[in-house]
Nanobody
């Protein structure tokens, strides 16, 4: 498994922006961001293949951008136009196949970073 460590979370007002980073100890074909709000299931936010093909949840399309820098095994999530519904713990994940926004496809997970958006 690859070790993952997220950073960049925080508290912002609605309409603001945050950039999440995830440092990985190695590379995997697929890396993604998931989030989990209190009392809700973990859901996929965005994923990206090693070739740079992204996939987004409908709820974040046009607002979030996922990117990865393979040279130093770093994953990013630029989040713009944040709203209170984006409040959650955000997790970085890595997998070897599929790259869909399905938690079952990812075998390595970070500890998470909290994002809180106030209205």
């Amino acid at each position: 498994q690859v070790r993952l460590m997220e950073s960049g979370g925080g508290s912002v007002q609605a309409g603001g922006s945050l950039r999440l980073s995830c440092a990985a100890s190695g590379t995997r074909y697929c890396m993604g961001w998931f989030r989990q709000a209190p009392g809700k299931e973990r859901e996929g936010v965005a994923s990206i293949t090693s070739g740079g093909s992204p996939r987004y949840a409908d709820s974040v399309k046009g607002r979030f951008t996922i990117s990865r820098y393979n040279a130093n095994n770093t994953l990013y999530l630029q989040m713009n136009m944040l709203n209170p519904d984006d409040t959650a713990m955000y997790y970085c994940a890595a997998g070897v196949a599929g790259c869909r926004l399905d938690v079952n496809l990812y075998s390595s997970w970070g500890q998470g970073t909290q994002v809180t958006v106030s209205s």
